[in-house]
């Protein structure tokens, strides 16, 4: 199907609940339809239209989730990290090719000097708690020199800008268009059969593709609700499953442990509010995590794989009575899912590249044609995206990922999956949380090492764990290194990282 952002509410009824928030009254679809109305009227006033990329820089929330859709009509999206410092604004809204920033009202920090240093419009986003959650006005601080285009949303218009992580390299510009966005929200609704009794109890942050997607717009693709929490705080979850009363909620793997650390002493509201299911994407979840989730909720959880790319989701694991495979981030759901050859453009059985061809997929990269190069193909009359990710199905078309490319470990040239030492380490009684990593070493090339947290209360050290890996793995793929810590370096998003951490640790010298 292919539509804008706006088409995926045009029709619900005008009264259903669209978006909800702590201590809020309810936006309803009637009020989110004339929102997008007057923000496009707002943008226009203020120099900005079709076409024009607008960076949105807000604090998590409703407003967040309105404002990505609103603006979508009559613009170009960027959304950025709020917490990013003065260089990174100034590289990312100069990379981006910015015409104009949002900020709330009262908002000074950084995103607004590098914004002024850079000539780009203001608008300032103001809203009332007593308001209905989402509802906002925006107001031009400056305007932009020269006639907008007025013309609304089509499917083929961009509507998301995105970069890359640039974890290894310089971040590369995802351009996502309203077909590509649409596309992937319904994939999502319809793989967790969303209905507008169902809601979304969402603590994403809304500068990433998950939050955007999966949780905002798959929710408006069903007419379903989504109750946008201001972040994510593991102290005040089961407060919010209380107020909101969800039927599910999306996180990444390092927010359904703090969960679970937590449901013990929520045990009552965990029984006032049952989960229909339980979504987790963007990293890999441990087969221990995913178990201990579902019998603590008594619902199924629901293990996706998404990328930017991808306007987020390639693969799901089916709900019931389909069964949903600890380890495996389940079956194709939305675009085509193959395995190719790691070295050569042709499609192959067995381990190797996972690659994706759909409607949700990006058409490529921005101004780059040597990622475009080394990034997509064209085999059996489809053009296919290379996600960088290793993998295999199984006989039932359930997808495993082994690991990424460039995480894979090579030791004197035997290759390591980290997420199978992972694995293993989560089985050890006292491991709360592990992360492998690679860590240079001058004759093999790479060593095997592991950052470790324990579980509150528990004892061990490196010897220990080392021992209880040398029983279960092969003797090259037993950490050489042990680190234990109270907590593991994140992401913005919350993820675990693995490129760099031997120097985020100290253990080597940064190049």
């Known amino acids: ?27 309803t679809y009637a009020g989110l339809r004339e929102l997008v109305g007057h923000t496009v009227t707002a943008l226009h006033a203020a120099g900005v239209g079709k076409g024009d990329r607008v960076a949105i820089v807000l604090p998590n929330g409703p407003e967040m989730a309105t404002a990505f859709v609103a603006l979508a009509e009559g613009a ?44 780009l419009a203001v608008l300032r986003l103001g809203h009332d708690a007593a308001d209905p959650a989402g509802s906002f006005t925006l107001r031009a601080e400056s305007v932009a020199p020269g006639e907008p285009e007025r013309a609304t949303a089509r499917p083929r218009d961009l509507a998301l800008i995105l970069h890359t992580s640039g974890t290894t390299s310089r971040p ?31 603590m994403m942050p809304l500068f990433h593709i998950h939050g955007l997607v999966a949780a905002v717009s798959a929710s408006l693709a069903a007419g379903a609700s989504v109750w946008c929490a201001p972040g994510f705080d593991a102290l005040k979850v089961f407060g919010w499953i209380e107020a909101a009363r969800p039927t599910w909620y999306t996180a990444v793997p390092t927010m359904h442990q703090a969960i679970l650390a937590r449901a013990p002493r929520n045990a009552e509201v965990i029984e006032r509010v049952p989960l229909r299911f339980i979504r987790s994407s963007s990293a890999s979840l441990p087969a221990q995590v995913m178990e201990a989730l579902s019998a603590t909720f008594r619902a199924p959880v629901i293990e996706a794989y998404g990328m930017t790319e991808a306007a987020h989701q ?41 690659v994706i061809s759909g409607p949700n997929v990006t058409a490529g990269y921005e101004a780059n044609k ?32 082994t690991g990424r490319l460039k995480e894979i470990i090579n030791r ?12 293993v380490l989560m089985d050890h009684p006292a491991v709360l949380q592990v992360v492998t990593f690679a860590l240079p070493h001058p004759k093999l090339g790479e060593e095997v090492a592991a950052a470790v947290v324990l579980r509150e209360g528990m004892a061990a050290d490196e010897a220990a764990i080392r021992a209880f890996c040398a029983d279960r793995l092969a003797e090259f793929k037993v950490p050489r290194r042990v ?22 640790l100290g253990l080597v010298s940064p190049a």
Request: glycine share 12%; hydrophobic share 40%; aromatic share 6%.
């Open 412 to 423: 004197g040239g035997e290759k390591i999956s980290p997420l199978e030492v992972d694995g």
């Open 1 to 27: 199907m292919t539509a804008t952002l706006s088409d995926l509410f045009a029709f619900h009824r005008n009264d259903g609940l669209a978006v909800g928030a702590p201590d809020r009254p309810w936006l």
């Open 76 to 119: 170009v999206t960027a959304p950025l990290n709020p917490a990013y410092r003065l260089e990174e604004f100034e590289f990312y809204l100069s990379d981006l090719g910015a015409k104009a920033i949002v900020l709330a009202e009262g908002y000074d920090g950084p995103a607004l000097v590098a914004a002024n240093h850079l000539g």
């Open 172 to 202: 590369k510009i995802v351009p996502l268009r309203h077909g590509n966005l649409s596309a992937s929200a319904h994939h999502i609704a319809g793989s967790l059969a969303l209905t507008p009794h169902d809601r979304c109890l969402n």
């Open 483 to 504: 680190v234990l810590l109270d907590e593991i370096p994140k992401g913005a998003t919350g993820k675990l990282q693995r490129i760099g951490l031997a120097e985020k």
């Open 370 to 401: 040597a990622a475009n190069a080394k990034s997509f193909f064209e085999a059996e009359g489809e053009r296919w995206f290379r996600t960088g990710d290793q993998g295999r199905f199984d006989a039932e078309g359930y997808l495993t990922i």
């Open 314 to 354: 390639m693969t799901s694991n089916p709900l019931p009575p389909r069964p949903q495979k600890p380890g495996s981030v389940g079956v194709a759901a939305g675009p085509q899912v193959r395995i190719a050859d790691e070295a050569s453009d042709r499609l192959i059985e067995g381990t190797g590249e996972v």
